[in-house]
């Protein structure tokens, strides 16, 4: 039985760059006990070796497993999920030419997890770690409800083989359940993936390139398949963040539906998109109430609003968006809200509330509604 002597103990992070990689070690067998060394580096220059950043859910914490650091006799419990993945990159970093490396980036493992401070540090470096990377890996999960036949599709057939069997109940059946994974409903991975300039899926042994899941995802919504409208349409977002047309108010409303364990994610978990507008100075603040979080937000799309002259040319009614009967009046009405609901100035002592309960706050709700107006007179 592998022994360690306890937890391990993080060394702290002293530069506002610096990071941690972690090197996973090869084992004979798959369900060998998982070690690594963890090591820390800066982000900036070039003195950090390649890595790969690793893209995934973390699953219920209610049960966990050791990761073992042999070097300094200590361990550091995961979720099952990240564990599962652990041996499956194992595996595939042995084999597969793109993760020969060794050296990942993975939160839970890189992050101490037990420290707010260092959290809020690094929350705000995700976007440059992801555009760092050599390579974002995206872990779907193991092998199931067909998905090795999916994979092979998508990398290996003839586009017309693929389309005929994409058509067909089989086919139907496999996308259904590989876009039912709780990875998609996830909101980080949108950051995650939309800042990554070279992304890769790894499902169970299989690997596939985004790109080819990007197209017939594509394919896919053009025929209205069902299950493809439960998969963010990352695309675009990829499309805007390389052209700069990010703002958070965009960004709050097209992500209303993914999922965070923390609500104060739906808007941090954001912010490394943002590339224009009041939003590239928000701070991911932790010890903020989640309402708190989502005034901000609602400020910065208010703010960023009135900055493009839309807001006042609509009120006066020099401006009518498209498809909108009773939009000014709706817009008006909502404006008011706001008005109702904000205090000045908002101070992190003063915003702390102990009976906010996130996502059911009603800041929430009028958050992500008056994002979708001003989405709407973009």
Request: hydrophobic residues 35%.
């Amino acid at each position: 039985m592998h022994q360690s002597s306890g937890p391990h103990e993080y060394d702290s992070l002293d530069s506002p760059q610096a990071f941690r990689l972690l090197r996973l070690h090869d084992a004979p067998s798959f369900d060998d006990p998982i070690e690594c060394a963890i090591e820390t580096h800066e982000l900036d220059g070039e003195s950090h070796p390649c890595y790969t950043a690793l893209s995934y859910t973390w699953g219920s914490s209610s049960r966990t497993e050791a990761i073992h650091l042999p070097a300094s006799k200590a361990h550091i419990n995961v979720t099952p999920i990240l564990a599962q993945a652990l041996r499956y990159l194992r595996r595939l970093q042995s084999t597969h030419p793109d993760l020969k490396s060794n050296w990942w980036w993975i939160d839970m493992l890189c992050i101490n997890q037990d420290s707010l401070p260092e959290r809020t540090a690094q929350v705000s470096l995700m976007r440059t770690i992801f555009q760092t990377a050599s390579l974002t890996a995206v872990w779907l999960g193991p092998a199931e409800d067909n998905s090795d036949t999916l994979m092979f599709h998508l990398t290996d057939s003839t586009p017309s083989d693929r389309r005929v069997w994409t058509s067909s109940p089989e086919g139907n059946s496999a996308i259904k359940a590989f876009q039912d994974r709780p990875y998609w409903r996830r909101t980080w991975i949108i950051q995650e993936v939309c800042v990554s300039p070279n992304v890769m899926l790894l499902c169970g042994d299989k690997v596939a390139p985004w790109k080819a899941f990007e197209a017939q995802h594509k394919w896919l919504r053009q025929r209205s398949f069902p299950e493809s409208h439960d998969v963010p349409d990352l695309r675009v977002l990829r499309n805007k963040f390389q052209r700069n047309e990010l703002h958070l108010g965009f960004l709050v409303y097209r992500a209303k539906a993914a999922q965070c364990a923390n609500p104060r994610d739906s808007v941090f978990g954001l912010l490394g998109l943002v590339t224009g507008g009041l939003g590239l100075k928000v701070v991911p603040n932790y010890k903020l109430s989640p309402c708190a979080v989502f005034s901000t937000a609602i400020r910065v799309a208010r703010a960023d609003l009135e900055e493009s002259g839309l807001r006042d040319a609509l009120i006066r009614g020099r401006r009518k968006p498209r498809g909108a009967y009773g939009f000014r009046k709706k817009l008006l009405a909502v404006m008011e809200e706001i008005q109702d609901h904000l205090h000045e100035p908002l101070s992190e002592d003063d915003s702390i509330r102990t009976d906010c309960d996130g996502f059911q706050c009603g800041m929430w709700d009028l958050c992500w509604r008056f994002c979708g107006i001003a989405l709407q007179l973009e």
